[in-house]
C-alpha cells in the first residue's frame, strides 16, 4: 500500500484557458495505470486509465489518428 499522494502536471502546450487533463505521472509505476483529472475541476473525479491504454491514445494522438485537435 501506497501513501503517495497525485503530483498532477499539465502538458507545457496548454495554453487555452484551463480547458485541459492532468496527470498524476508519479503514481503511474506503482499502481500500472494512468490517474487523469480535468484541470478546471481539481476535486473531482479522477479516472484511472491503463497504462498502455494510455500510451496507445498518446500515440494515436502523435499520429494524428483522431483528426485535427
Do not use: Q
Not at 483529472?37 to 486509465?49: C, N, Q
Not at 491503463?50 to 494515436?60: L, S
Amino acid at each position: 500500500m501506497t501513501t503517495e499522494s497525485p503530483l498532477w502536471f499539465k502538458s507545457s502546450y496548454s495554453n487555452n484557458g484551463g480547458a485541459c487533463i492532468e496527470i498524476a505521472a508519479n503514481l503511474v509505476a506503482a499502481h500500472g495505470t494512468v490517474p487523469i483529472r480535468d484541470s478546471k475541476r481539481p476535486t473531482g473525479p479522477v479516472l484511472a486509465v491503463a497504462t498502455r491504454a494510455f500510451a496507445d491514445f498518446v500515440g494515436g494522438v502523435k499520429a494524428g489518428d483522431f483528426g485535427a485537435v
